[in-house]
């Protein structure tokens, strides 16, 4: 299925892209192609568990560890 994958923060500038159209059957898949990944959400809800089915036209954001003070 089609998911639209964005990139945050310095994924973005590891993979050379911000928002890109993806074929991919689970978040497991999409993970695998990806390191250094801290955060994930599903259509804006950030997800607790991998576990989730993927449908057509979702977006998932991935996202870096963030550190600060």
Known sequence: MKVKV???AKLKE????ECKEME???IEELL???EGV???????ELLTSKDV???DGDTVDLMPPFSGG
Not at 14 to 17: A, L, Q
Not at 38 to 44: P, R, S, T
């Open 38 to 44: 801290a955060l994930i959400a599903l259509n804006g």
């Open 24 to 26: 991919v059957n689970s």
């Open 53 to 55: 089915k993927l449908r």
């Open 14 to 17: 590891k993979y050379g892209f």
């Open 6 to 8: 964005r990139l945050f």
């Open 32 to 34: 695998s192609k990806f």
